[in-house]
């Protein structure tokens, strides 16, 4: 179990070889920036963001939208699917994390006032049934 995911999340965008393919409702800037650095640094190649784009969370502050062209312009495929309330993160068909957080800095315990989630650790043949 963890309790904080942003450790956890970035570190294995650091070490992806192929693909990172991640969905979350909601997106930070500040996590953008961090997932962007993430992807840039490691070199994979195919990189999927699944979010749910629309007004409400845009207006609301939930989903901040120069995060999404940050992402877009460092590779990320962006994609949204209506209603989408996963929050996973898939590494390479081999390794995963699903929680509840969003990808914001309060939602992955990057801020010292976080919100209470829980993630858990895929194990590489969870991980890669579930992408």
Known sequence: MLDATAGPLLDGIRLA?????IAAPFLSLAVARDISRAALASGVKTKLLLTALNDNAVR???LDPTGLV??????????????????VALIDGESGIIGSGNLTTQGLGAKKRRNLELGVRLRPAQAHSAE
């Open 60 to 62: 609301g502050g939930f």
């Open 70 to 87: 940050l992402l877009q312009e460092s590779g990320f495929e962006i994609r949204s699917a209506r209603n989408l309330h996963a929050k």
């Open 17 to 21: 070889r192929d693909r990172v393919v």
